[in-house]
């Protein structure tokens, strides 16, 4: 267990909803990273927050946001759904061991665009 | 930029094979960091290991071993006595050390069939 969960496990929305899709990690843990997996391809990095502020981004456009709470929740949103945005969701906690950080994954949103 | 390939797309075993797993990676990072995520069908990544670039001692945990050389760039990853348990996608992952946060680099994994 990784004690990161999020939710809904399935979501099927229409071209042009948008959708806000959610991550808790452990207590103490904070940064947390999401992450976009097509059918049939590795995780592609969306952009992570460390300490409620976004640390880092990857190659989305700006209509993928998030949030980081001070509970260690966070969430995704995505605005103006594209079929595109059809995916695997995943959220990953980080720890720091010997000065090199672990991710660790929640199981996954799938979402539909239809 | 960082890149990772697993060139094997899907494996295939009977129980009991063992397996090997390629992955190649390319960075300019002289510190990187290696993983090894499984991905069984219920979707959820489960690490595996990582490996810090300036240990290449290779490394055996049960039925896992993987073989980190810096000279070929490549840290694979074999099952011995393969189970059907062991089915599932696997991905190898790099982080560079030069980045001011830690974000995977994935490759697009590598599928694996134990048969019974």
């Known amino acids: 267990e990784t004690g990161v969960t999020q939710s809904p496990t399935h979501l099927i929305k229409t071209r042009g909803q948008q959708v806000t899709l959610r991550c808790s990690s452990q207590?103490?843990?904070?940064?947390v990273s999401w992450y976009q997996q097509a059918l049939g391809q590795g995780p592609q990095f969306i952009f992570q927050?460390?300490?409620?502020?976004?640390?880092g981004r990857g190659n989305f456009p700006p209509r993928f946001s998030g949030l980081q709470f001070p509970n260690y929740s966070s969430e995704l949103n995505v605005n103006a759904l594209e079929l595109d945005d059809s995916a695997l969701y995943l959220c990953a906690s980080t720890t720091r061991t010997d000065h090199t950080d672990t991710q660790y994954f929640g199981p996954g949103t799938r979402l539909t665009v239809l | 930029a960082q890149k990772v390939t697993q060139a094997q797309t899907e494996i295939s075993v009977v129980e009991k094979e063992d397996v090997t797993l390629d992955c190649v990676y390319e960075t300019r990072d002289t510190t990187y960091y290696l993983f090894w995520y499984k991905q069984p069908p219920s979707g959820e990544l489960v690490f595996l290991i990582r490996r810090n670039s300036f240990d290449e001692q290779n490394e055996i945990s049960g039925r896992y071993s993987w073989n980190f050389q810096k000279s070929t760039s490549s840290f694979n990853f074999t099952i011995t006595a393969s189970q059907v348990v062991d089915s599932a996608v696997y991905f190898c992952a790099l982080i560079p050390g030069g980045s001011g946060y830690s974000t995977l680099t994935f490759g697009k994994g590598t599928m694996l069939l134990v048969s019974p």
């Open positions: 927050y460390y300490r409620e502020e976004e640390n």
């Open positions: 207590s103490g843990h904070n940064t």
